[in-house]
Every structure is written in structure tokens, then in C-alpha cells.
């Protein structure tokens, strides 16, 4: 049961050097089912990827508390895997061998490293890059890359900081639907940050829009509609709208930044 209950968060980070703490999350209540894909949306700056870290492990909380699968959250594990917005693929390794770091570290023999990796690129749609180097690929492909190795490590939850971020539009509308395919297959618990609505309302089973910082969480938004769902459906255009009409909201705030 890979789910997390996220029960009173906050994180406020101590100043250095003479400079103010910064408090960057607040309160935060929220409990994440397993299998679940769940979208969190924000502003610049509002601490999203201070609750993924969170959630990875990479990051405590100063106040509250996670649990994933009923136990208390401590550091990270294999079983939640992490992809970041700048996929750092190590740049001296081909696309296998990148793929096939956590195998490694595992110690998995050779052939299984190598088969386990072709599945999952093969998954991702680059089978016949295996052997490329992470130069010799585009943005895009290095983004499936990094959503490969996360894969071949088999965790449990994925856990995405605005993966799709530097890719262009067309290629982005792609890897939405190629991730929805590896969802869909794999039925792993998904946290997907962005700042895009339309993709949060695209991909998500839930969207949580946190307001600016410190990020409390302004609004739940489920999204009922079955898969495949369609971009331009009525309803989930509405949610759309209903999400704008939020920040709009709390826009007075601060000066927010979203992409349509
Ligand atoms: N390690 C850190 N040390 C000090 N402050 C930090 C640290 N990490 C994040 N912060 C601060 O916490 C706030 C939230 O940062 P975070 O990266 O979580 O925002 P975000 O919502 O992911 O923003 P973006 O959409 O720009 O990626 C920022 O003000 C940032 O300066
Ligand atoms: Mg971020």
C-alpha cells in the first residue's frame, strides 16, 4: 500500500549568514492513496519541491509528520522513486548504462542489468538509444531517460518535480500520454508537481492548488472523468476554469506565474 499521510507539515528553512528563515510550508494536511495520481500546482517559489523532497526523503519536515504505508517516513528508499526536472543523466554513461545505475547498485548481474533496462526504455519509447550518449539525445528523450531509470529501479511511487518543464509543448502533450501508458500498466502512486493547469487537470486524479508562499494548501480539485480523457472536454475545461478562478484568488498575494 504505497500511499503517504502528509498529517500537519511545516518547513521553514533557517536563515544563513545574517538572512531570515524562510518559511516555505505551513500546515500542510493531505493524504495521498495508493495508485493514486495526484497533481500539486502552485506558484514560483511556494514550496513544491520542498514537499516532494519531503516525501523522497530528502528533505524533514520541521513540524508534523509523513508516514508512508502506515509507518513514520524516515529518509529515502528505493521503493519511491524520484524524477527531477533536469533528469542529470551522468553524461559519460550511454542511455542503458544510466538506466541501469540502481540495478547496479543493487547488484544485479550483468544481464539482468541489461535486460531489465531495454524493458523500461522500451517502455519509455527509446529502444534503439540504448547505446546513445545523453548529448546525443534530445530534451525530450532525455526526459524519458530519466523516467526509465526511476522505472527500473521498480518503486512503488514516482515522484515528479515538473518533469516535463524544458521540453516543448507538442513533445510535453506526448510524454503526459506515454506517462498515463506507464501509469495505467504499472498502477504505481504518482505525485506530479507543475505549475501548468491544464496539465494538472489533464494527468490527475486530484489536483491540489497550494497557495503562494508559505504553500498551505488552498484547494483540493478532484477529477473524476475515466480514461482516456479528452484535452478539450467540457468538464475538464471547467475545472480548469475553476482553478484559474482560485488563484485568481489569491493573486492579490503575490504576482503568480502560471502557464496555460
Ligand atoms: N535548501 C534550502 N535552503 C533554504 N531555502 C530553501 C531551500 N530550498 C528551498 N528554499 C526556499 O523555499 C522556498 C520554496 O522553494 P521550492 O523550491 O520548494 O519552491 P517551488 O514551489 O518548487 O518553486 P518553483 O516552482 O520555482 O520550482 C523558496 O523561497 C526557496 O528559496
Ligand atoms: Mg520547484
Known amino acids: 500500500m504505497a500511499g503517504f499521510a502528509i498529517m500537519g507539515v511545516s518547513k521553514v528553512f533557517a536563515g544563513s549568514g545574517g538572512t531570515a528563515a524562510v518559511e516555505t510550508l505551513r500546515d500542510i494536511e493531505l493524504t495521498i492513496e495508493d495508485g493514486e495520481f495526484l497533481c500539486i500546482l502552485g506558484p514560483s517559489g511556494c514550496g513544491k519541491s520542498t514537499l516532494l523532497e519531503i516525501l523522497a526523503g530528502l528533505q524533514t519536515a520541521s513540524r508534523g509528520e509523513v508516514t508512508f504505508d502506515g509507518k513514520p517516513l524516515r529518509g529515502t528508499g528505493k521503493e519511491r522513486g524520484v524524477v527531477f526536472q533536469d533528469p542529470s543523466l551522468y553524461p559519460w554513461r550511454t542511455v542503458a548504462q544510466n538506466v541501469e545505475l540502481g540495478l547496479e547498485i543493487r547488484g544485479a548481474s550483468r544481464a539482468e542489468r541489461r535486460t531489465e533496462a531495454l524493458r523500461y526504455l522500451e517502455l519509455v519509447g527509446l529502444r534503439g538509444f540504448e547505446h546513445k550518449y545523453p548529448h546525443q539525445l534530445s530534451g525530450g528523450m532525455r526526459q524519458r531517460a530519466g523516467i526509465a531509470r526511476a ?95 482560485a488563484i485568481h484568488e489569491v493573486k492579490t498575494q503575490q504576482d503568480l506565474e502560471f502557464t496555460i
Open 151 to 245: 522505472l527500473a529501479n521498480r518503486p512503488e511511487v514516482l515522484l515528479m518535480d515538473e518533469p516535463f518543464g524544458a521540453v516543448d509543448h507538442l513533445t510535453r502533450l506526448q510524454l503526459q500520454d506515454d506517462l498515463l501508458t506507464i501509469w495505467s500498466g504499472e498502477r504505481k502512486t504518482v505525485v506530479f508537481v507543475t505549475h501548468d493547469v491544464s496539465e494538472a487537470v489533464y494527468l490527475g486524479d486530484r489536483v491540489v492548488l497550494l497557495s503562494p508562499r508559505p504553500g498551505r494548501i488552498n484547494r483540493v480539485f478532484p477529477v473524476r472523468h475515466k480514461r482516456p480523457r479528452k484535452r478539450d472536454d467540457v468538464e475538464l475545461l471547467h475545472i480548469q476554469h475553476e482553478i484559474y478562478a
